[in-house]
């Protein structure tokens, strides 16, 4: 399972682009990039997916370099209800998939 | 959008006694999951149920726990002789795990646990 780095925290205003980086240099070649959001009191949620290049959906972006030992989450636009906790994972354990969360970073969105 | 459901959502226990935490997954998903936070730390694995049976277990899920699908739509975790540090949040999560192990896992906004 591929050991994940991000930052513990970040601020932003609103209306403004947030970008949270993950670094997985020991990323495997089957392994996916997923990231996850937490609020306060609730359960992760996916957010977005990708293997290589670039992804969107209506709620983020998600950039992957060609060599895949980092991504980036790109959140346009954040407002104050974007403060949550943004989990990077890599990879799925056993054989059930299991999920290994790490810390995350906490997003503090400032009006 | 279907979503998992998790009764109740707040359980206040005395230590020593037995709880059943209740998870309604995503109907047509076949992976379930049992994951739980303590307050200001990581969501941790517990254990993973596929085909009526536990596919996988964690360190902590000792002979403490126990799941189980008693029809086609729950899906329960039991804890007996309950203790301090069994104060958390429990989250279920379901998948469908089709032929891509990569799919996302779809949880539920858990049950708080407090032992007193």
């Known amino acids: 399972l591929a050991k994940t780095t991000q930052p513990i925290s970040m601020d932003s205003y609103e209306g403004q682009e947030v970008n949270i980086t993950c670094s997985h240099n020991?990323?495997?070649?089957?392994?996916?990039i997923t990231w996850y959001q937490q609020f306060p009191s609730q359960g992760p949620r996916f957010i977005i997916q990708?293997?290589?290049t670039k992804v969107t959906n209506e709620v983020a972006s998600l950039f992957i370099p060609a060599d895949r030992k980092s991504s980036t989450l790109s959140l346009p636009r954040v407002s104050l209800s974007d403060t949550a906790v943004y989990y990077c994972l890599v990879g799925l354990s056993g054989s059930a998939r299991q999920l290994t969360f790490g810390s995350g970073t906490q997003l503090t969105v400032l009006p | 959008e279907p979503e998992v459901t998790q009764t109740p959502s707040h359980q206040v226990t005395q230590m020593g006694q037995e709880v059943i935490l209740r998870c309604v997954p995503i109907s047509n998903h076949l992976y379930f999951y049992w994951y739980r936070q303590i307050l200001g730390q990581k969501v941790e694995f517990l254990v993973s149920f596929y085909n009526n049976e536990i596919s996988e277990k964690s360190e902590i899920f000792d002979d403490q726990f126990s799941v189980e699908r008693p029809d086609g739509s729950n899906f329960t975790l039991k804890i007996r002789s309950t203790k301090l540090e069994d104060s958390a949040m429990y989250f279920c999560?379901?998948?469908?795990?089709?032929?891509?192990?990569?799919?996302?896992?779809?949880f539920g906004d858990g049950t708080r646990l407090s032992i007193l």
């Open positions: 999560a379901s998948g469908r795990q089709g032929g891509d192990g990569n799919q996302p896992q779809h």
């Open positions: 020991n990323i495997a070649t089957n392994d996916y």
């Open positions: 990708g293997y290589k």
